[in-house]
């Protein structure tokens, strides 16, 4: 049986909705309060959004992995205020470019680089979210931020005007503001059309399940059952696994260092030889530390 009140539920989030949203209705399904999220996704965009539920709200931030990879359909010819197809039409323009001249300009925008924050974001600054600002019409002076874009792959022209492309990325970018970095580069405006996060972190769009098949299985009791919520070690799958034996899994536990630990430097998920997973801890100089438990001690 699944426990309902502790683990990671990866959500095909829906359209329309906003990442706050999702989280309320899972609220009374789940019947805890005690519920986050990793990674805010716009109500337009669909895909990937990671609930960790319960104890496992603590690994959200915790995750040796934070990248991201979208399904993001470029229009050009359109541009809107807040950079994606909800927005007020700014501007409109003729486009006559075709595949060839989108592919030519997406190695530009590949690797680190600095990109502003839009208006229309969660973003803060003084305090307040920019989008507050934006939906009084003004304009707030921001600050860059370092972003990697790791990949753009050209999947093809969907409709006349609009571009299908897979972009992978570091946490922190606005495929909206690449969007329409992509029509500055062709010289023509553009904006979003449409968003699908297919990956975040350690979690693919393959282990989510729909809101409406969650809340049926919820009211069916189905979600009690294995296969719907995961593990909270499934947030760390990138790091290495650590088995303990005695004294060294007493130490985790009374949060007391283990010298002349046999293993290299790094950052751990840990089990006991049980194969009970515990949480993480890091070896540094043959000594072993506990960083943060996710079980109770028996």
Same mark, same amino acid.
């Given at each position: 049986?699944?426990?309902?009140?502790?683990?990671?539920?990866?959500?095909?989030?829906?359209?329309?909705?906003?990442?706050?949203?999702?989280l309320a209705k899972?609220?009374? *399904?789940?019947?805890? &309060?005690?519920? $986050?999220?990793?990674?805010? !996704?716009? +109500? =337009?965009?669909?895909? #990937?959004? @990671?609930?960790?539920?319960?104890?496992?709200?603590?690994?959200?931030?915790?995750?040796?992995?934070?990248?991201?990879?979208?399904?993001?359909?470029?229009?050009?010819?359109?541009?809107?205020?807040?950079?994606?197809?909800?927005?007020?039409?700014?501007?409109?323009?003729?486009?006559?470019?075709?595949?060839?001249?989108?592919? *030519?300009?997406?190695? &530009?925008?590949? $690797?680190?680089?600095?990109? !502003?924050? +839009? =208006?229309?974001?969660? #973003?803060? @600054?003084?305090?307040?979210?920019?989008?507050?600002?934006?939906?009084?019409?003004?304009?707030?002076?921001?600050?860059?931020?370092?972003?990697?874009?790791?990949?753009?792959?050209?999947?093809?022209?969907?409709?006349?005007?609009?571009?299908?492309?897979?972009?992978?990325?570091?946490?922190?970018?606005?495929?909206?503001?690449? *969007?329409?970095?992509?029509?500055?580069?062709?010289?023509?405006?553009?904006?979003?059309?449409?968003?699908?996060? #297919?990956?975040?972190?350690?979690?693919?769009?393959?282990?989510?399940?729909?809101l409406p098949d969650?809340?049926?299985?919820?009211?069916?009791?189905?979600?009690?059952?294995?296969?719907?919520?995961?593990?909270?070690?499934?947030?760390?799958?990138?790091?290495?696994?650590?088995?303990?034996?005695?004294?060294?899994?007493?130490?985790?536990?009374?949060?007391?260092?283990?010298?002349?630990?046999?293993?290299?430097?790094?950052?751990?998920?840990?089990?006991?030889?049980?194969?009970?997973?515990?949480?993480?801890?890091?070896?540094?100089?043959?000594?072993?530390?506990?960083?943060?438990?996710?079980?109770?001690?028996?």
């Amino acid at each position: 049986m699944t426990n309902l009140t502790n683990g990671i539920l990866p959500v095909d989030k829906p359209s329309g909705w906003t990442s706050f949203d999702v989280l309320a209705k899972l609220r009374g *399904a789940l019947g805890t &309060r005690r519920l $986050g999220h990793a990674g805010t !996704l716009d +109500p =337009m965009a669909t895909g #990937v959004l @990671v609930v960790f539920v319960g104890g496992a709200t603590a690994a959200a931030d915790r995750q040796p992995d934070h990248d991201k990879t979208y399904l993001a359909t470029v229009r050009l010819g359109l541009a809107t205020d807040t950079g994606d197809v909800t927005g007020t039409v700014l501007r409109t323009a003729p486009v006559t470019l075709g595949p060839d001249d989108v592919r *030519a300009v997406l190695p &530009r925008f590949v $690797g680190p680089q600095q990109q !502003l924050p +839009p =208006m229309y974001s969660a #973003v803060k @600054v003084d305090g307040q979210p920019l989008y507050k600002a934006a939906r009084k019409g003004r304009t707030v002076e921001r600050t860059p931020r370092p972003i990697t874009v790791y990949s753009i792959d050209y999947l093809g022209s969907p409709a006349p005007g609009d571009h299908l492309l897979r972009i992978a990325c570091s946490k922190g970018t606005y495929v909206r503001v690449l *969007a329409e970095d992509i029509g500055a580069a062709l010289g023509v405006p553009a904006t979003l059309a449409a968003l699908r996060r #297919v990956r975040a972190g350690a979690f693919d769009i393959s282990q989510c399940h729909t809101l409406p098949d969650i809340l049926d299985a919820a009211h069916s009791g189905a979600l009690a059952q294995n296969g719907w919520m995961l593990g909270v070690e499934s947030a760390f799958t990138p790091l290495p696994a650590l088995t303990v034996e005695e004294p060294a899994r007493t130490h985790l536990f009374n949060g007391c260092p283990t010298s002349r630990y046999p293993a290299a430097d790094g950052r751990y998920r840990v089990y006991d030889q049980g194969g009970l997973f515990l949480g993480l801890a890091t070896v540094q100089g043959g000594v072993l530390r506990v960083e943060k438990l996710f079980c109770e001690r028996d």
